[in-house]
């Protein structure tokens, strides 16, 4: 079930990487949306309520930004994270979803574990993982302030499979956009329809010219039968 909502907290985004290159292709992709922080540095040195952490569909925290993550915040995030998943997906995080789990730590309060990838280390530059895995934690953002209004009023993100899932940092940056937009755009109480909603729009994207960004049309609200 789809419904447009506006967003009641304004959410504070910060998109930080260690790579240059990521850095510089949100710049070109966000020039329109000043309102997006961009920095060059590790997610661990940035102050927020949540992080998303890219992850697989486990949730082990073996590699990446997951593996720096949990030294950081401590094995028991690991814990947690998988808890999440099995309780609410039996196990299993399909890409084009997340969870939100308390941190245990003061910064940041909650962290966002999102697929790019189904198993660990694999190369997902021709697919769509990054705009669903994207979209899903903003979406999770979202569900996470409706149940406890204003608790996350800022949120990090990194380059999300530019690193280990070897995509190239200028379709990151596009695909980022498009999951930020649809934020914005839309509000989503079901994961399925949100991947379904992306996958039928973003299908054909490999023809599309490298820098082109796409914004996604969300679906008319569903009425309700009489």
């Not at 720096?68 to 994270?81: N, P, T, Y």
């Not at 309780?87 to 997340?98: E, I, K, N, Y």
Request: contains cysteine; proline residues 8%; hydrophobic residues 40%.
């Amino acid at each position: 079930m789809t419904a447009s909502r506006p967003q009641p907290t304004p959410l504070r985004v910060i998109l930080t990487d260690l790579s240059t290159e990521v850095v510089e292709s949100w710049r070109a992709a966000f020039a329109d949306t000043p309102e997006i922080e961009i920095r060059k540095g590790s997610i661990l040195g940035v102050a927020a309520d949540a992080w998303v952490s890219p992850t697989n569909s486990k949730g082990r925290m073996d590699g990446g930004t997951d593996a720096a993550v949990k030294r950081h915040l401590g094995a028991g995030i690991q814990l947690r994270v998988q808890q999440a998943i099995r309780d609410r997906f039996a196990g299993t995080l399909p890409v084009g979803s997340a969870v939100c789990v308390p941190s245990g730590a003061v910064n940041p309060k909650f962290l966002i574990p999102t697929p790019t990838m189904t198993g660990s280390s694999e190369n997902v530059s021709r697919t769509l993982n990054v705009a669903l895995a994207c979209a899903a934690a903003f979406q999770a953002v979202h569900r996470q302030n409706e149940s406890a209004p204003g608790s996350i009023r800022s949120v990090a993100l990194v380059g999300m499979g530019a690193r280990t899932g070897r995509v190239p940092a200028r379709v990151c940056a596009n695909l980022m956009w498009t999951g930020y937009t649809l934020f914005n755009d839309h509000y989503f109480e079901d994961f399925d329809d949100l991947r379904a909603t992306i996958t039928a729009q973003l299908h054909d994207i490999e023809t599309a010219p490298p820098a082109q960004r796409v914004r996604i049309t969300p679906p008319a609200p569903r009425t309700a039968r009489r």
